[in-house]
């Protein structure tokens, strides 16, 4: 089991998981680090700050601003962009 901190990644553990396909668990002080950089992302629109990526586009469209009614979707977009050619399908 590879146990997620936030603090002590190391290139064997990123191996044993990848290649391995070792199991990961979060613990608490990651799942608070999280917490806290959610917060802050959501401090920020309510703000109506821009935030690359997430209120923009990306690279030579990071000038583009994303309505709040598509935020939703970019973020869905970007994860299935990574995701993409790995693994099993995930589901819709």
Known sequence: MI???GNDLSLEAVEAVAV??????L???ARS????????????LEGGERIYGVTTGF????EVVISPDEQGQL???LVRSHASG??????A
């Open 33 to 44: 680090g999280v917490r806290r950089a959610r917060d802050f992302v959501e401090e920020l």
């Open 20 to 25: 391995a396909r070792a199991p990961v668990s």
């Open 86 to 91: 790995v693994g099993e399908p995930m589901a």
């Open 3 to 5: 146990g997620l901190t």
């Open 27 to 29: 613990g608490e002080s």
């Open 75 to 77: 973020q869905r977009n």
């Open 59 to 62: 690279g030579r469209l990071a």
